[in-house]
């Protein structure tokens, strides 16, 4: 070998070692921070896509039952009447809001659901959707259940504009502008626990959703009745909500394969 080889060979070797020696010392590259979440916007839902929906939330099997009834004592406030704007599209609709809807002694409209997180069973998020339609621009229905997690899908089933304007309180979590005719819109879930949903375009529309942890919930009709079926055994409170007239409350003990009574008594301000 002659020195020149042997030189450059030395240097070469050298030259590697301190390259590898370089890299070693260099700090590790920090990973890229992920791309930042996308803004949450309404979903647009085929025209002809007609999402599931149940009345109530699906009963889990075995346990036992709640049965019950919800009455108002005295006199309900007369119904509010509504002048209606111009809008031929809203020919047909009821021309009274009437929140508190007495027959007979029976209430209707008063959500009544089991307070918290069940034992044994984790929350749940449905795969059916919470369906709120707008026809003959009033919301339909008025008070409905859903569980925290579910998504809301707004309906306009009427041939003129609507908005469907969300509020938590005094906190708006949503407000969209639906074209006539069947326009479908699915929100995202939120974890507020009452939504008020209101039409600034129409203003006497109004309509409720209630969220709840569990699945144990129902809506009364006219005749005030409800039933909460497949209760694990064991002590919960049940609960009354009714959009102007506030809550009640009542403790229940459930047991295996029986029926529990349970009532409640909305009175007329005085």
């Given amino acids: 070998m002659t020195l020149r ?7 070469g070797t050298v030259g590697l070692a301190t390259l590898t020696a370089c890299k070693k010392d260099e700090a590790p590259v920090a990973p890229a921070p992920p791309p930042a979440a996308p803004a949450i916007r309404a979903q647009a839902l085929p025209q002809d ?4 929906q149940e009345d109530e939330a699906p009963a ?5 039952a709640v049965v019950g009834v919800v009455t108002f004592k005295g006199t309900p406030p007369p119904p509010k009447p ?13 021309l009274e809001d009437q929140p508190v809807l007495v027959h007979d002694g029976k209430l209707a409209n ?20 919470v369906v ?22 707004l309906m306009n089933s009427d041939s003129t504009l609507h908005n469907v304007r969300g ?8 407000n969209v502008t639906q074209p006539p005719l069947r326009t ?12 008020h949903l209101k039409c600034d375009i129409h203003p006497w529309m109004s309509a409720w959703v209630v969220m709840s942890p569990n699945t144990f919930f129902t809506t009364t009709e006219e005749d005030g009745a409800f039933t909460l079926e497949g209760l694990p055994p064991g002590t919960y409170t049940l609960e009354a909500w009714h959009e102007t007239l506030g809550t009640r409350t009542t403790q229940v003990t459930v047991k295996e394969g029986e029926k529990t009574p349970a009532s409640f008594e909305f009175v007329a301000a005085k």
Wanted: glycine share 10%; net charge negative.
């Fill in 5 to 11: 080889t042997l030189s450059l060979t030395v240097l």
């Fill in 49 to 52: 896509a007609v999402p599931p």
């Fill in 60 to 64: 889990p099997k075995g346990g036992g």
């Fill in 82 to 94: 509504i002048t209606p704007d111009s809008d031929p599209n809203c020919d047909g609709m009821d």
């Fill in 110 to 129: 008063v959500l009544v659901r089991v307070q918290g997180e069940i034992v044994g069973q984790s929350r749940p998020a449905p795969d059916a959707m």
């Fill in 132 to 153: 709120v339609d707008q026809n003959r621009c009033t919301y339909k229905p008025r008070v409905q259940g859903a569980v925290i997690g579910q998504p809301l899908v």
């Fill in 167 to 174: 509020m938590a309180g005094t906190k708006q979590l949503f």
């Fill in 184 to 195: 479908k819109e699915a929100m995202p879930p939120t974890d507020a626990q009452i939504i």
